[in-house]
């Protein structure tokens, strides 16, 4: 402490030395003994904030460090004053401070992250309110930069937007308001991709004339993107001849308000009273509007149904008389918002001999038993009707356009999505990359598997950690090349039922009928998308890959069908060959797949060094070793004897294509046979290693010399990667396993690790050795003595840097759990995820849900392993671990629970997941639904029920509580 004293006297301006000696107080936590002292040691570190914000007063890492402690030693209430502060300052000082950066991802998300954490006042409507708090401020700070003409800035901000957005609408469905997720983002998607022209104007008044004329569109209820005959905002605009005159006009007058200057922030003393909140006016306003806009749609549709029917307008109007009745006999507990409620004072002991999966008829006749059979027959009835609710009223209502959902507008309000709703966040984005990036999160948000989304990017690292399945399935997708080492079915089983948690309620495998409508309106998005944007490849691939998800084993196939017509429109698209290949592939036809390749090989050859000419010849090169293998050579060296994969890679080295294969024959007796090739001699072997090894340090110089070189997980992989797995390759067919392994290690060594780049290439690296561990030995070309398997040592090795780099790539845990299924060593899977679960917080890739869920399906196989997974669920959702809001591991942990019978800690888990994620609908579905319901009491069902409503948790159905 001395030290730190006189260092920071002597270098106050280094903001890194105030936060290490803040970090230096918790070292004497850890002494034994110590825990007395956490509170002294707390104040100690507020004093040390105190002064570091006197010299930094801007710099955010001292910030939210500083709001950290506070959280811990403050009341919620006085800790939410210097958040409301800290955000209006940081909001006022950017661009007028140069320290200053404003309200940065990082800052969103402590923000958010205090919110969610404060159970006693959390309300899904406060956080609404906090989500579009921090979407106006930084709206209004981008549409400043689009005016200024900053273009450094706008992409990095946009994208920064574009994942707050996604955060927002993700938090708006896992609450249950499925319809207005579904409408905010169709109206985003339409506000920025199918934008009408806008006669010239005042740039200043463009943004709000677009707004008001969207508000017409989206109050016509015509079609919006998905639905059934959706055409665009900007076709609805020419069909109905809307004018954007007065519009204009409108706008010109009420651009300029008085908006009153705001105290200034005092970082030394930041819990000073607040005498002024600008964000109070906004939400004020913000509620009004949408009371005001919600009540006079509400007395529309009675008025247009009143007009049709007088008889049916008043046994609606008795109806709601009497819903609102019932409403007002709803008993509300006063304690509800107390946290200390909803822990149970003491486990009965006689909890844990309940039978959950016994039938009601076998309890003993006694007054619980009797009531229990109620509840579970009550609670079973509740959750089916439920789940039928929430799979069916997923998409908006449009009630005056589509009469037959007006019933269920007026019942149930939340059903319609009114243009209010999501005034606040409309933005038109500047930058292209933008646009289509929104529009990749859009598909995301459906579950379809996108290989380049937001959510992957550096500023959607939020969203990486909360959804992995927007982060491990499109990663390990990316390139769109195939293996040659397949996943095992177990994790590819996890990995599935990860990304389906993640998508409409509903929309599951059990449901074929809800998965057919959820298809159906992804195909419309598509079909708008692509005619928005018909070149972009990114769009066309996801849209043939998601056909390829959803459709029914048929013949043809429809991903087929439409990866052709999209080939067709687009005849020089390497990328849409390649896929179409694939599937081929994939269906078992492996001689159309060589077909395709040879067409596809041989445009590439007449326009070499194309931007994916070599993720070509690498997707032919694995197929043909996962096909054929490496037969040996013969005495002959002709066609027969020359492997494809290693002519591929000839043809690749010595420039100019020529099909590989040919048909013979005729009628059913027709075959396909390997064409004449040139011998392979030693010398011609030796050219090409050579012409291979100058392109690939060709590409790795451009790589390294390009500043321009988008390296982050968002952007597609480089020429680089495949480049290298084709000269790996060829040293693999040509000179044995350990020259490929020296290829792979020395492009390791010169691409920066955490890249997508590296991260492909290393696994191709493992992909390599995967199949070189395959029990067929086969000789190099141009040797005669036979290759040995990959030593398990190797593929461990590179497993363990692949892991401890990338923990959470499901590929690279698939191999490392297959190929210790073979070894002697039992324990070595079981240190390895002790290992990787308890790396410090700043490896955040280590805690994610993936780890966890993939370390305990490793144990679930061992027997006598159920005290070991539990441990495992209870370290991965402690309060202090970042995995603890993870909705799949609580899910798991419950069904876990249920499934070993252990009511007391069932009861108990429910109790702290509905505390840790109050926001999660899943979780108190499933508290209410059978047979976990069967653990709780009549007034612990009713009591939960009531609390889910008080934070207004969104329930389709009123349960009913009544005794049996």
Known sequence: TREFNHLTTARPEDAKLWLEFAEFQDEFLRLPGRAKHRVPLQEKKLAIFHKALGHHPHDQDIILAYLKVCGQVWTPDRVMGVWRQVLDALHRSEGRVRESRGLTPDVCRAYLAFCKANFATFSVSAMRLAFLELLTKSGTRLRELQLSGADSEIREREQAYIALVVDWLRFERQAGYTERAVGSFQALVEFNCFPPEVPRSDPAYEHEVLVRAFEAFWDSEAPRLGDEGARGWSAWVKETGYSFVDVARHASHDADSAVPVPVPYDPLNPTSPLEYFPEDDEEDAIIARMREERERYEKRLLDEDNSDDEDEGDDNDARDDEMATDESRQDVDPN?????????????????????????????????????????????????????????????????????????????????????????????????????????????????????????????????????????????????VETIFTLDDSIQALARNMHTLMTIPGDTPDTPAVKAGHASFVRRAFGLLLSAYPTHTELALASVDYEAYVSAPAEPSPALVLSKTLLQNDRGNLLLWCQYAMLERQAGKIVEARKIYDSALALAAA????????????????????????????????????????????????GGFS????????????????????????????????????????????TAADTYVDQSRAAPPSRVVFMTACQASFEYLTQGLARACQVYDETLKRLTPGTLDHELVTHMYVDLLSYASSPSPRPAVGTRTRQSSAPPYVLRDVLYKALR???????????????????????????????????????????????WLVGI??????????????????????????????????????????????????KDAVYRAVRRMPWAKALWTMALSPPIAAAFSEQELKDLYTLAQDKEVRLHVVMDMSPP
């Open 857 to 906: 399906l490793s144990e679930a196989t061992r027997a006598s392993a159920s005290h070991r997974i539990t441990a495992m669920f209870e370290r991965a959702l402690a309060a202090e671990n970042p995995v603890s809001t993870s909705l799949v591991l609580w899910k798991q942990y419950l069904e876990y629970l249920c499934a070993r019978r252990q009511p007391g800690a069932l």
């Open 659 to 702: 099909p590989l294969y040919t048909m013979r024959g005729k009628g059913k007796s027709r075959e396909q046979v390997a064409t004449p090739c040139p011998p392979v001699t030693p010398i011609r072997l030796v050219k090409a290693r050579k012409l291979l090894e100058n392109k690939l340090l060709a590409e790795l110089a451009i």
């Open 607 to 654: 326009t070499p060094n194309t931007q994916h000419d070599l993720l070509v010849y690498y997707a032919y090169v694995a197929m043909e070793m996962a096909e054929t293998g490496s037969p040996a050579p013969s005495a002959d060296p002709g066609a027969a004897s020359v492997p494809a994969a290693l002519r591929i890679l000839l043809a690749l080295a010595e």
């Open 336 to 480: 509800a918002n107390n946290p200390d409620v909803l822990l149970p004072v003491k486990l009965e002991e006689e909890d844990h001999d309940v039978d959950l999966d016994m039938p009601p008829a076998l309890y003993e006749p006694g007054d619980e038993a009797l009531h229990a059979a109620g509840v579970r027959g009550d609670a079973a009835r509740w959750a089916a009707e439920e789940a039928r609710m929430t799979g069916e009223t997923w998409v908006p209502a449009r009630p005056v356009a589509d009469p037959t959902t007006a019933e269920q507008a007026l019942q149930d309000p939340e059903r319609v999505v009114l243009f209010q709703d999501f005034k606040d966040v409309l933005l038109k984005l500047s930058d292209e990359e933008s646009r289509v990036a929104l529009v990749q999160a859009f598909l995301d948000f459906f579950g379809v598997p996108v290989r380049c989304v937001v959510g992957a990017s550096v500023l959607g690292l939020a969203l990486m950690e909360r959804y992995p399945s927007c982060h491990t399935l499109a990663r390990s997708r990316m390139g769109g």
């Open 805 to 851: 780099q990338y923990p959470d790539n499901t590929l690279f845990l698939s191999a490392f759990i297959k190929s210790e299924a073979h070894s002697h060593v039992s324990d070595r899977v079981r240190r390895f995820f002790d290992e990787i679960t308890t790396l410090p917080n700043d490896a955040l890739d280590g805690r994610a849900p993936t780890v």
